[in-house]
């Protein structure tokens, strides 16, 4: 039997599925987190029927007919697929609004079940629902559930209720009358009757003790966080402990320890093979396999505590405050305020980040934003961070919080390329957004979703990476002819051989060395595989203890084995951070734009800023720190000159396929 | 700024006033949706900002409005708060 989780945005549908399932799906304390239906089977222990019982898990809505994307994904999965049962989430502290969904789903005639959920919250409010009452009102069970809480969170009888009410008849209270839906008067006055009903249940079933006004702190907050001058020095500051914590404090600390166990495994595998096996055996299993995949989960914990972090923010309800903030600029570059929502998503990692520009109705700004987002730093960068961050500038926190800010700057001027290259500037975007309350954030649940995220990291570190770092140990160990190269000869090397052109084009950005070149090829596999490629070229296979000075480990030696000044450095970390996402995350833009021409379009920008800032960034560097400009500076010029004045040309170009016209999109 | 000037009689007539003009902390009635997007007006309606329901500023952001309607809060761009008539 299939039930579906139906209710408005950020009414705990995600939530609550994850309790009934088992599951560890993306939660947020905000609407529009879901974007696609997701299923899974209810849990052993709450099913107690002996039958096989999915749950599906719907993007909110509002209302039956769909105005949202999102909506129209929920409504289409209802009236298409026949769920036997509908679970109604129902947010107990906003039953007006929730109800008027409800009546609407009580006239499907599918058996329905209300789960009044966070009603945990309602003490807190002075508030009493009689949800008998509202039961009998209504013609369907009500079960008051708590989907946060581990145990008497109301879930097993909202299951048996559900398996009960399997072939039951829905029989609704609110009959809407014989509507035209041509004429929208009439459609009006209908949806007015049916407000009125609301209206009148909620009268009969909710209790409100008088003078509570229960969001007066909230509001009071909301003032401060989401204030027109102080929102962004707030939001820096708070992205910058986010990074002091994870990057300079917790995370290191973490890292230490694991390192050391990575070492421990390293030399205990030594001990065991050394001798035994053909060198080229052993350099492979101990450099490439060992030391690469170890360099780069020695920056688990620092990603750990990051998505920990960030969860925590998500959690509190400070995300839709950013993304509050944030939709003033993106009116003005136009692109629409939900755009943001993708860019936080991408936090973590673009994937999931890129599939979120579906909920954005206008084309232009669907395909716009899907071709941004890649800008904000994932999680598989910010080891390369994390790294250079370690090795060059003493891990301080301002080299990943300015990552940070300059992936939100180029995606804000590159919406403004893309507005005047399409000649769409007369779009305009309704913006609304539901500000969640604040609340005490869990920890049980930011760890979860940590775990969530990391666990899609391990797993990259355990196939690709590993697979990657042992062909890059192949490529390293042979050349051409399939002999070992010899040492001090590294240079001869298929790896040389092949990234060699490549490094040549580098030149003009400080790090036209073939072995930054390789490391930059390879994070298109995967992003952390530039610090895994780093170990392996350099052979240094512990990167982070920096207060030990001990065999290769220190960030001094470090550099001094890649021959980078920090300038280059920085500027090696600009391109890897601002040209094109990892394959995967191609394939997502790909299939969210379907358009060959916005992919290629996107890809050729994507790798024109990374190319073009790297450059500023190590000319500029170079003037400041030793006055005058670096190597390659000419033709790097030339090259820069001409991308940036091949796009000044398109935008000059009246584009006459466009045509400007006003979308809707919240 | 413009809240000062809003309630001025231009030639005896009453100007209407609409959300964006609204000050805030202060409990409006909506008098009507003035759009000719119908699904505009029905995704606010299906918000409960519709005809004779209570509405209120909490706080403006450089054109975005904090507003709460029926035990909730939304930010709108002031676009929207323009088709919103009090």
Redesign the interface.
Same mark, same amino acid.
């Given at each position: 039997m299939k039930i579906a989780l139906a209710g408005n945005p950020n009414s705990g549908k995600t939530t609550l599925f994850n309790a009934i399932t088992g599951r560890i799906e993306h939660v947020g304390n905000w609407a529009g987190v879901t974007v696609a239906k997701k299923e899974g089977a209810v849990k052993k222990a709450l099913n107690k029927t002996g039958v096989s019982m999915s749950v599906v898990d719907l993007p909110g809505a509002?209302?039956i007919?769909p105005?949202?994307s999102e909506e129209s994904i929920t409504s289409g999965f209802v009236k298409n697929e026949k769920p036997d049962v509908i679970i109604n989430v129902v947010d107990a502290?906003?039953l007006?609004?929730s109800l008027?969904?409800t009546t609407q789903l009580l006239e499907l005639g599918i058996p329905l079940v209300v789960a009044l959920n966070k009603s945990d919250l309602l003490l807190k409010r002075n508030l009493t629902i009689d949800s008998e009452k509202l039961s009998v009102l209504l013609g369907c069970p009500v079960v008051n559930t708590v989907s946060t809480k581990r145990r008497n969170n109301g879930l097993v009888e909202l299951i048996s209720e559900s398996a009960g009410r399997v072939g039951s008849q829905q029989i609704s209270p609110f009959r809407s009358p014989k509507v035209n839906l041509f004429d929208?008067s009439s459609?009006?006055d209908a949806?007015?009757d049916r407000?009125s009903f609301v209206n009148d249940l909620v009268y009969k079933v909710e209790m409100r003790k008088k003078g509570s006004d229960k969001?007066a702190l909230?509001?009071k907050v909301?003032?401060f966080l989401?204030?027109?001058w102080l929102?962004i020095p707030v939001f820096a500051m708070v992205m910058w402990t986010v990074f002091a914590i994870s990057q300079t404090y917790a995370g290191p600390f973490l890292a230490d320890l694991l390192v050391g166990w990575i070492d421990g495994l390293y030399v205990f595998v030594e001990g065991l093979i050394d001798g035994k096996v053909s060198p080229i055996l052993q350099s492979l299993l101990l450099d490439g396999i060992i030391g690469g995949v170890g360099a780069v989960v020695g920056f688990l914990p620092l990603i750990m505590v990051l998505f920990w972090l960030l969860a925590i923010l998500e959690d509190v309800g400070y995300m839709a405050r950013v993304a509050?903030?944030m939709?003033?600029f993106f009116?003005k570059v136009g692109l629409s305020?939900k755009s943001i929502i993708p860019m936080i998503i991408s936090t973590g990692c673009a994937i999931p980040g890129i599939m979120a520009t579906r909920t954005i109705k206008n084309e232009r700004q669907r395909r716009t934003t899907a071709m941004l987002t890649p800008f904000m730093p994932c999680g598989a960068k910010l080891p390369v961070i994390a790294l250079f961050a370690g090795v060059f500038f003493k891990d301080a926190a301002w080299v990943g919080t300015a990552m940070y800010f300059t992936g939100i700057g180029i995606i804000i001027a590159g919406a403004l390329i893309v507005v005047r290259i399409t000649g769409d500037t007369n779009a305009?975007?309704?913006?609304?957004?539901?500000?969640p309350?604040y609340r005490i954030p869990s920890i049980k649940r930011a760890t979860s979703s940590m775990l969530a995220r990391g666990k899609a990291f391990i797993v990259k570190a355990g196939t690709i990476i590993l697979l990657c770092n042992a062909v890059i140990q192949i490529m390293q160990s042979f050349n051409w002819k399939f002999q070992m190269v010899a040492e001090g000869d590294e240079s001869t090397s298929i790896l040389a051989g092949l990234a060699n052109p490549f490094a040549f084009l580098l030149i003009p950005l400080g790090f036209g060395v073939w072995q930054l070149a390789a490391a930059a090829i390879t994070g298109f596999i995967a992003k952390e595989n530039v610090v895994g490629t780093l170990a392996v070229v350099y052979s240094i296979t512990n990167f982070i203890d920096t207060e030990e000075l001990a065999l290769v480990s220190g960030g001094a030696d470090v550099a001094s084995i890649m021959g980078i000044g920090s300038v280059a450095a920085l500027s090696y970390l600009v391109f890897n951070l601002f040209t094109p996402p990892c394959f995967a995350a191609i394939g997502a833009m790909n299939s969210e734009m379907n358009s060959r021409k916005w992919l290629w379009a996107g890809i050729g920008f994507q790798f024109s800023m990374g190319y073009s800032l790297s450059f500023l960034t190590y000319q500029i560097g170079t003037l400041i720190t030793t006055g005058a400009v670096g190597t390659g500076f000419l033709p790097g010029l030339a090259f820069v000159l001409l991308i940036s004045g091949y796009f000044a040309y398109l935008m000059k170009r009246d584009d006459k396929e466009t045509v400007p016209q006003l979308k809707?999109s919240? | 700024m413009s809240e000062a000037y809003a309630d001025i009689m231009l030639d005896g007539n009453i100007m209407i006033k609409n959300l964006s003009e609204g000050s805030v902390n202060t409990e409006y009635i909506i008098s009507d949706i003035k759009t000719d997007?119908?699904?505009?007006k #029905?995704?606010l309606? =299906?918000? !409960?900002c519709?005809e004779g329901e209570k509405v209120k500023i909490?706080?403006?952001?450089?054109?975005?409005l904090?507003i709460?309607v029926? #035990?909730?809060?939304? =930010?709108? !761009?002031s676009?929207?708060a323009e088709v919103i008539i009090i």
């Amino acid at each position: 039997m299939k039930i579906a989780l139906a209710g408005n945005p950020n009414s705990g549908k995600t939530t609550l599925f994850n309790a009934i399932t088992g599951r560890i799906e993306h939660v947020g304390n905000w609407a529009g987190v879901t974007v696609a239906k997701k299923e899974g089977a209810v849990k052993k222990a709450l099913n107690k029927t002996g039958v096989s019982m999915s749950v599906v898990d719907l993007p909110g809505a509002y209302s039956i007919s769909p105005f949202t994307s999102e909506e129209s994904i929920t409504s289409g999965f209802v009236k298409n697929e026949k769920p036997d049962v509908i679970i109604n989430v129902v947010d107990a502290s906003n039953l007006n609004r929730s109800l008027f969904f409800t009546t609407q789903l009580l006239e499907l005639g599918i058996p329905l079940v209300v789960a009044l959920n966070k009603s945990d919250l309602l003490l807190k409010r002075n508030l009493t629902i009689d949800s008998e009452k509202l039961s009998v009102l209504l013609g369907c069970p009500v079960v008051n559930t708590v989907s946060t809480k581990r145990r008497n969170n109301g879930l097993v009888e909202l299951i048996s209720e559900s398996a009960g009410r399997v072939g039951s008849q829905q029989i609704s209270p609110f009959r809407s009358p014989k509507v035209n839906l041509f004429d929208p008067s009439s459609v009006d006055d209908a949806d007015r009757d049916r407000f009125s009903f609301v209206n009148d249940l909620v009268y009969k079933v909710e209790m409100r003790k008088k003078g509570s006004d229960k969001y007066a702190l909230q509001d009071k907050v909301d003032r401060f966080l989401a204030n027109k001058w102080l929102g962004i020095p707030v939001f820096a500051m708070v992205m910058w402990t986010v990074f002091a914590i994870s990057q300079t404090y917790a995370g290191p600390f973490l890292a230490d320890l694991l390192v050391g166990w990575i070492d421990g495994l390293y030399v205990f595998v030594e001990g065991l093979i050394d001798g035994k096996v053909s060198p080229i055996l052993q350099s492979l299993l101990l450099d490439g396999i060992i030391g690469g995949v170890g360099a780069v989960v020695g920056f688990l914990p620092l990603i750990m505590v990051l998505f920990w972090l960030l969860a925590i923010l998500e959690d509190v309800g400070y995300m839709a405050r950013v993304a509050l903030i944030m939709d003033r600029f993106f009116k003005k570059v136009g692109l629409s305020g939900k755009s943001i929502i993708p860019m936080i998503i991408s936090t973590g990692c673009a994937i999931p980040g890129i599939m979120a520009t579906r909920t954005i109705k206008n084309e232009r700004q669907r395909r716009t934003t899907a071709m941004l987002t890649p800008f904000m730093p994932c999680g598989a960068k910010l080891p390369v961070i994390a790294l250079f961050a370690g090795v060059f500038f003493k891990d301080a926190a301002w080299v990943g919080t300015a990552m940070y800010f300059t992936g939100i700057g180029i995606i804000i001027a590159g919406a403004l390329i893309v507005v005047r290259i399409t000649g769409d500037t007369n779009a305009r975007s309704y913006f609304i957004m539901e500000l969640p309350e604040y609340r005490i954030p869990s920890i049980k649940r930011a760890t979860s979703s940590m775990l969530a995220r990391g666990k899609a990291f391990i797993v990259k570190a355990g196939t690709i990476i590993l697979l990657c770092n042992a062909v890059i140990q192949i490529m390293q160990s042979f050349n051409w002819k399939f002999q070992m190269v010899a040492e001090g000869d590294e240079s001869t090397s298929i790896l040389a051989g092949l990234a060699n052109p490549f490094a040549f084009l580098l030149i003009p950005l400080g790090f036209g060395v073939w072995q930054l070149a390789a490391a930059a090829i390879t994070g298109f596999i995967a992003k952390e595989n530039v610090v895994g490629t780093l170990a392996v070229v350099y052979s240094i296979t512990n990167f982070i203890d920096t207060e030990e000075l001990a065999l290769v480990s220190g960030g001094a030696d470090v550099a001094s084995i890649m021959g980078i000044g920090s300038v280059a450095a920085l500027s090696y970390l600009v391109f890897n951070l601002f040209t094109p996402p990892c394959f995967a995350a191609i394939g997502a833009m790909n299939s969210e734009m379907n358009s060959r021409k916005w992919l290629w379009a996107g890809i050729g920008f994507q790798f024109s800023m990374g190319y073009s800032l790297s450059f500023l960034t190590y000319q500029i560097g170079t003037l400041i720190t030793t006055g005058a400009v670096g190597t390659g500076f000419l033709p790097g010029l030339a090259f820069v000159l001409l991308i940036s004045g091949y796009f000044a040309y398109l935008m000059k170009r009246d584009d006459k396929e466009t045509v400007p016209q006003l979308k809707m999109s919240f | 700024m413009s809240e000062a000037y809003a309630d001025i009689m231009l030639d005896g007539n009453i100007m209407i006033k609409n959300l964006s003009e609204g000050s805030v902390n202060t409990e409006y009635i909506i008098s009507d949706i003035k759009t000719d997007d119908p699904e505009l007006k #029905n995704f606010l309606f =299906s918000l !409960g900002c519709y005809e004779g329901e209570k509405v209120k500023i909490i706080s403006r952001l450089a054109g975005n409005l904090v507003i709460s309607v029926k #035990n909730a809060r939304y =930010s709108i !761009g002031s676009d929207l708060a323009e088709v919103i008539i009090i």
